[in-house]
């Protein structure tokens, strides 16, 4: 039967849920539809996919048509100069299938690329542009698992660079905060491209802001670079005019020229890697492995809780510390052991293994452990020393479930807002800065070498989350993941524990205040009127401090895109911390 489309915009009265959260709250609500569903972080985008789904299209076709739009009205956060991991459940099969479109080092890098560099100077250079990954990904899973025409996905995207879209306010605040880091207009690092400059900003050398939010803006260049996809798929972005432009670019930029060749851009690949895949309380949770962290870390928070009960509250102290606890145990073997499988070796199925869980969970007590060291998880690895530190910045989450069942779960990056900064002349686009996932130095605080140092041809190790559920009898039950830098994992793994332990719907999942712990201090997320619930923030912090844990309060802004599947409805989760928007029918 054909319903109405839906578009969740309102906010509307819900009880909340947990007795710390006891009182009526405006929050958004959940939509729920019959047979298809698209969440991103964007209602134009999201509007795209809807679109391609009415028209019979598979989640892989509707795919491309919210990446190329999300590239042109979020474009802070990614697009043609990026990379996405995206796992793909097959209704027909019940096949997991993931795809790695990470960004690749260019072959002539070496570990000491970012040596004596701060973030800052490597983020808004050359040195950190990895080979992208999107267009390919978009070709490969349209390839397999697409049944409209691939010219006519471009068509949302190439109308609205060429007749115009509105600045979203989200948009017009991250230029201005990155404006704000400078010390004047002239003297520029952040938009120093003279292009990203004129396109972002009103080019002002005295006075110079973002072009307003809801200004009407037009990408022709981005609309040219769509047509050539178009009619020539992949090939017409690695090789050519465009792949030209990409390595001058890079090769030419102000602050530090990078390295990327034709040749690098020429050899790229999507790599099919089989998911990482654990069960959680009889729930088989999918994801992505190395050289995301993703799935290993979130397994491995979800393989410690299932040693626990978890109580009845979301934000109950007993629960918040477990969570927190688990997250240092999962971010202390993270850091020490994962990086791209091709180049290390890392303990994949040790790290998920029940018995070693059950010992990480053992040392877990009713205070707070302080930095949790690395565990020894069974199995083989590469001697590594630990990461130190950590970056975030511009991402996006896309969740979709089509008419004939099979769904998707995409994590789209640039890596930071507005990736590198520099946008491609002539091409409407940015370059990512993803090299800065990897560790800037080489070797470990223990004189082993890091398994994420910087290595030619690698991919660098990310958080990014996308994860699909199946339940006991195999069937789809949750699409979620979420941007944020490293704080996606504990993003995606609450929205997990949300649904599956308290029995929240998706867009319940997505209010609660995020609470996480990166083995570091015990972050907490502060209300948002109107987006998240609220509740007693003092009387958890005063809780947590008597355990002794170290608490922050601030913001956690996740965008987190949920699709849960009931017996009789699609419920879809938007993530309104950011412009987070679910369509369907
Ligand atoms: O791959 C990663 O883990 C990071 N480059 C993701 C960055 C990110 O999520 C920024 N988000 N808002």
């Known amino acids: 039967m054909f319903r109405r489309l839906v578009l969740v915009l309102g906010l509307l009265m819900v009880a909340a849920v947990s007795p710390a959260v006891a009182q009526e709250v405006e929050v958004p609500q959940a939509v729920t539809t019959q047979r298809e569903m698209v969440v991103t972080a964007n209602p134009v985008a999201t509007a795209a996919g809807v679109k391609v789904l009415q028209q019979g299209g598979t989640a892989a076709d509707a795919m491309v048509a919210v990446q190329t739009v999300l590239g042109l009205v979020e474009p802070q956060s990614s697009g043609l100069g990026g990379g996405a991991f995206l796992v793909w459940y097959d209704a027909m099969t019940g096949d997991i299938t993931t795809y790695d479109a990470r960004e690749k080092a260019p072959l002539a890098a070496t570990e000491d690329r970012f040596a004596g560099l701060g973030f800052f100077l490597a983020w808004q250079s050359g040195l950190s542009v990895g080979v992208p990954g999107t267009p390919m990904l978009m070709e490969t899973v349209h390839a397999q698992h697409g049944n409209r025409p691939w010219p006519t996905l471009?068509?949302?995207?190439?109308?609205?660079?060429e007749g115009g879209y509105d600045v979203t306010a989200r948009t017009a605040d991250q230029v201005n905060a990155l404006l704000s880091f400078n010390p004047s207009c002239t003297e520029r690092l952040l938009f120093r491209d003279p292009v990203a400059f004129e396109y972002f900003t009103n080019?002002?050398?005295?006075?110079?802001?973002?072009?307003?939010?809801?200004?009407?803006?037009?990408?022709?260049?981005?609309?040219?670079?769509?047509?050539?996809?178009?009619?020539?798929?992949a090939s017409g972005f690695y090789t050519g005019d465009i792949a030209a432009a990409i390595v001058d670019a890079v090769q030419t930029d102000l602050t530090i020229p990078g390295d990327m060749t034709l040749a690098d851009l020429a050899a790229y690949e999507v790599i099919e890697r089989d998911p990482v895949c654990m069960d959680y309380r009889g729930h088989e949770v999918c994801g992505m492995g190395p050289p995301?962290?993703?799935?290993?870390?979130?397994?491995?928070?979800?393989?410690?809780?299932?040693?626990?009960?978890?109580?009845?509250?979301?934000?109950?102290?007993?629960?918040?510390?477990?969570?927190?606890?688990?997250?240092?145990?999962?971010?202390?073997?993270?850091?020490?052991?994962?990086?791209?499988?091709?180049?290390?070796?890392?303990?994949?199925?040790?790290?998920?293994?029940?018995?070693?869980?059950?010992?990480?969970?053992?040392?877990?007590?009713?205070?707070?452990?302080?930095?949790?060291?690395?565990?020894?998880?069974?199995g083989e690895f590469d001697p590594t020393g630990p990461q130190e530190g950590d970056s975030e910045g511009g991402t996006s989450h896309v969740s979709i479930v089509d008419r004939y069942g099979n769904a998707l779960s995409m994590t789209t990056t640039i890596e930071s807002s507005f990736g590198n900064g520099?946008?491609?002349?002539?091409?409407?686009?940015?370059?990512?800065?993803?090299?800065?996932?990897?560790?800037?130095?080489?070797?470990?605080?223990?004189?082993?070498?890091?398994?994420?140092?910087?290595?030619?041809?690698?991919?660098?190790?990310?958080?990014?989350?996308?994860?699909?559920?199946?339940?006991?009898?195999?069937?789809?039950?949750?699409?979620?993941?979420?941007?944020?830098?490293s704080a996606i994992i504990?993003?995606?793994?609450?929205?997990i524990v949300n649904v599956l332990d308290f029995g929240l719907d998706a867009q319940q999942a997505v209010n609660v205040p995020h609470h996480q712990n990166r083995n570091g201090s015990t972050r907490l997320e502060a209300p948002i009127p109107g987006v998240t619930l609220d509740y007693d923030v003092a009387a958890l912090v005063a809780a947590l401090e008597a355990r002794g844990h170290p608490v922050n309060v601030g913001s956690l802004v996740s965008g987190l895109?949920?699709?849960?599947?009931?017996?009789?409805?699609?419920?879809?989760?938007?993530?309104?911390?950011?412009?987070?928007?679910?369509?369907?029918?």
């Open 292 to 378: 995301s962290s993703g799935a290993l870390a979130v397994g491995q928070i979800l393989g410690i809780l299932e040693n626990f009960d978890l109580g009845d509250d979301p934000l109950g102290e007993e629960f918040v510390h477990l969570f927190a606890q688990a997250g240092r145990l999962a971010f202390a073997d993270r850091n020490l052991y994962v990086g791209d499988t091709d180049f290390v070796t890392v303990p994949v199925e040790g790290m998920l293994n029940e018995a070693y869980l059950a010992s990480r969970a053992a040392l877990i007590t009713d205070t707070d452990m302080g930095t949790a060291a690395p565990g020894v998880p069974p």
């Open 490 to 495: 504990g993003y995606t793994a609450q929205s």
């Open 203 to 233: 080019g002002s050398e005295t006075d110079c802001a973002a072009i307003p939010a809801g200004t009407r803006v037009r990408n022709p260049d981005y609309a040219d670079t769509l047509r050539t996809l178009r009619s020539e798929g």
């Open 422 to 485: 520099v946008m491609v002349p002539g091409a409407g686009f940015l370059l990512n800065n993803e090299l800065t996932d990897f560790s800037f130095a080489a070797v470990g605080a223990n004189g082993d070498p890091i398994a994420n140092r910087v290595q030619p041809g690698k991919r660098p190790r990310s958080s990014m989350s996308p994860t699909i559920v199946l339940d006991g009898d195999g069937n789809l039950e949750l699409v979620t993941g979420s941007p944020g830098g």
């Open 154 to 161: 471009f068509a949302p995207a190439i109308g609205l660079a």
């Open 561 to 585: 895109s949920v699709i849960q599947v009931t017996d009789d409805a699609l419920v879809g989760g938007a993530d309104h911390r950011r412009d987070g928007t679910v369509g369907g029918r």
